[in-house]
């Protein structure tokens, strides 16, 4: 039988670490520990909830919303957002290159007739935020 040589070549690409809190506020304090050196913080959050509402842990099967819970979560979204933001801000402290934050909303389509206008202003309360 043919022994294969193990490949030193694993050592020798960049690695990807994807770490998904689900947005559970008690794993934010956590999640420094799991990050690598240069990181990026991506925060999903609804548009069609206000920075200010406290996010809904929703539950869906093929799209079709079967269950919500209402405010089972202690942060408003503009706190979550906030955190990340705090957290990136210490973890660059003690390294060469600050992580970056960056914000995705979804559900624009529910934004209705006033979506541009709206979204205009939650873009410009998320650049307060820092």
């Not at 069609?48 to 509402?53: I, K, N």
Request: overall charge negative; aromatic content about 8%; charged content about 30%.
């Amino acid at each position: 039988a043919d022994q294969v040589e193990p490949s030193s070549d694993i050592f020798d690409v960049d690695w990807m670490h994807l770490t998904d809190s689900g947005g559970q506020p008690q794993f934010l304090d956590v999640l420094p520990l799991l990050y690598r050196n240069e990181s990026l913080h991506i925060v999903v959050t609804r548009l069609d909830e206000g920075l200010d509402d406290k996010p809904k842990v929703r539950f869906y099967n093929k799209g079709e919303d079967l269950y919500t819970f209402p405010d089972r979560l202690t942060l408003t979204n503009r706190e979550f957002i906030e955190r990340a933001c705090q957290i990136a801000e210490a973890q660059g402290a003690s390294r060469k290159f600050v992580p970056k934050v960056m914000v995705v909303g979804t559900h624009k389509d529910k934004l209705g007739i006033n979506g541009e206008a709206r979204l205009k202003k939650i873009n410009e309360e998320l650049r307060k935020v820092h």
